[in-house]
């Protein structure tokens, strides 16, 4: 947990030279925001609320923030199988799939050899890590 | 944005990295990736020189350690692994450690190498990898080097054998048998060079007017204090 001063002061001293502080106040920003305490964002939504800001930029920004002793955010991974129905994989069962070239669908075992297609980032943000 | 979208971006997008380095699947290639996020910070600091050459050790080690964080990778600075160890980057089981010493000559530059083999890493398979990162004032990186592997495998108990310097980087790898573990342990050997003493007349000036300055500070200070 860390307390919101310190968090903008640690964001402001740190970051700033790298000229990733307004990125990560604005991340900040749209998680204390939310009305749940676990947000999740695709890059497509996260590039959107920062005012469609190259996707390096937002992607420095997000690993600042889910590094240590931060952790606001944490990456996830979602795979959408052909019916279109979203399963939470694990990195340790997308790690097997890079390896054999195909992932084991979740519930039913196939094997999917197109799963890079339907393999999504999500962004999970927890909003009790900031003390206010 | 599918894995694939991410896969087809430059090897060197930050994006890309985050991706490989979070499903890195060999110890290898977690190390292999770090050591070359580690290799283009070290290119910034000396891009940057006017910005960097006067600060110390930790300074400069804090500057890698936010970088690499920003770039997707869990890095730490004095985590504690049997003492201090100045830069731990992690993931999972896999660690890869880094030293880092001004170089205050050999001696001083052995002691951050025995550090780094003989105390902060266990020798296991997943910690076998690390880096010394030499910031040096000195001119001639280049025999720097030289001298310096030279020093390194004349004075280390245990024989060390010394890879060519990749041209690219300036940088050498040395492998030692891990004296608790028998594995081979592999030390990148990255010297960065803050070596900084333009001689055209406008960055003299230059120089001159920002040493007036910070005398005339200098000066100022004790009287106030003294009121």
Redesign the interface.
Known sequence: MINIDRLYEKIQVETTPLGLDGFCYKLVELVMKSAINHPAYTYAALTEALDGCAIEDLQRALNYLKASPINLFAQQYQYVDADGVPHDISREDLQAAMLDNALSHPEHGYLDPDFKERVYILYVADKTVIQL | ????N??QMPDG???KV??LQ??A?TYDSFCDLVENKVLDIALDLERNKPLYHELGEDQLTG?IV??L????????HDTFRNGHVDLLVKNGRYEWMGEAKLDNGPAYLMEGFRQLSDRYTDGNPASSRGGLLIYTQKQNKVTFMDGWLEHVGANYEVPVACTERCSETLTSRTMHSHQSTGVDYRVRHIPISLYYKPTDKSARNSAKGSSAKRSKAAVKKPAKSAK
Not at chain 2, 1 to 4: K, S
Not at chain 2, 69 to 76: H, P, R, S, T, Y
């Open positions: 944005m599918n894995l694939n991410i896969l997008s930050v994006v985050s991706f979070e499903i699947q500057i936010i970088s964080k920003a770039a997707g990778f869990d890095a730490d």
